[in-house]
């Protein structure tokens, strides 16, 4: 089992994800739940294809935070 940082984005009408340590490895949905069930399904099928290519699996190395900044 692997664990990949996400990041979700609203932009407008939907939301987008990304995985910074899988290039191009990107989901949309109409809310965040439904973006990150499309997201999973992503990254299954973008792991398994760097495998059928022969090509290394990126460990997971990112991770995420919040920074509190005043106003």
Known sequence: ???YAVVVEHIGANYS???PDL???VATGESVEET???MREVIALHLRGLREDGL?????SSTT??????Q
């Open 36 to 38: 990150l069930a499309n």
């Open 56 to 60: 290394p699996v990126p460990d997971p």
């Open 65 to 70: 935070t919040y920074v509190d900044v005043a």
């Open 17 to 19: 994800a990304y995985v």
């Open 23 to 25: 290039p191009g490895c």
């Open 1 to 3: 089992m692997r664990r």
